[in-house]
């Protein structure tokens, strides 16, 4: 576990593709896709926070503390991102780091937080975005705290492009492999549930026997 870094789920995006609604609780293998999330992510890290906009009382159920964007027409997941630098240096003045995921993501490594921590050690930037079979993946990322008057600067003149913001700075990349299916496969539309369910029931069995095997 990073003891000094909080990770923060980005659940405020609109799911146009998914026909609106909150992804993070559609269901794969019975059980939301959050919770799948959550019982990778819980090792990793000493804290953790939502950020999503409007009744924080659908997630009641996870007793995790619920940040709203602070700037207005959902500005994208860069908001979310700063509203989760806010909440660390107002309520865990301990915690230098935020580690950024999307909700929708089920299947993160285990490793996520150290090798997010590595890549950014190694390259000696200030930030660092997970990268699998050579695409980046800029919203499931490394953020100091210190940077959160700089993006909020950024924001509030328009910027709305995380790589473009974080090349300005300085950005690593943490390398994960895509096989035998990609950790940062994320739902996005209806058809991927089908996908995550499968990758989900394939995993799950190859873990009882004690061996992950690349899917057909």
């Not at 580690?99 to 050690?121: C, K, N, Q, W, Y």
Request: with cysteine.
């Amino acid at each position: 576990m990073r003891a000094d870094t909080l990770a923060v789920i980005l659940a405020g995006g609109l799911a146009r593709r998914m026909g609106g609604g909150d992804k993070p609780l559609r269901l794969v293998a019975g059980r939301p896709l959050l919770d799948h999330l959550l019982d990778r992510l819980r090792p990793q890290v000493p804290a953790m926070v939502l950020n999503a906009n409007g009744d924080p009382a659908r997630f009641a159920a996870y007793g995790l503390p619920v940040v709203a964007d602070t700037l207005p027409d959902h500005p994208g997941p860069l908001a979310g991102i700063l509203a989760a630098l806010d909440h660390a240096a107002a309520a865990h003045p301990g915690l230098p780091w935020v580690v950024s995921l999307t909700g929708d993501a089920p299947f993160i490594p285990e490793d996520l937080v150290a090798g997010l921590h590595a890549a950014r050690e190694a390259a000696g930037t200030p930030l660092s975005c997970a990268r699998s079979d050579g695409q980046t993946h800029p919203p499931i990322g490394l953020w100091p705290v210190s940077l959160r008057g700089e993006l909020r600067a950024a924001l509030l003149a328009g910027e709305r492009k995380i790589d473009r913001w974080t090349a300005r700075h300085g950005c690593a990349h943490a390398d994960w492999p895509a096989e035998p299916f990609d950790p940062f496969f994320n739902a996005n539309a209806p058809e991927d549930l089908a996908e995550a369910e499968r990758i989900a029931s394939h995993w799950a069995a190859h873990l009882q026997a004690g061996n992950v095997a690349p899917i057909e």
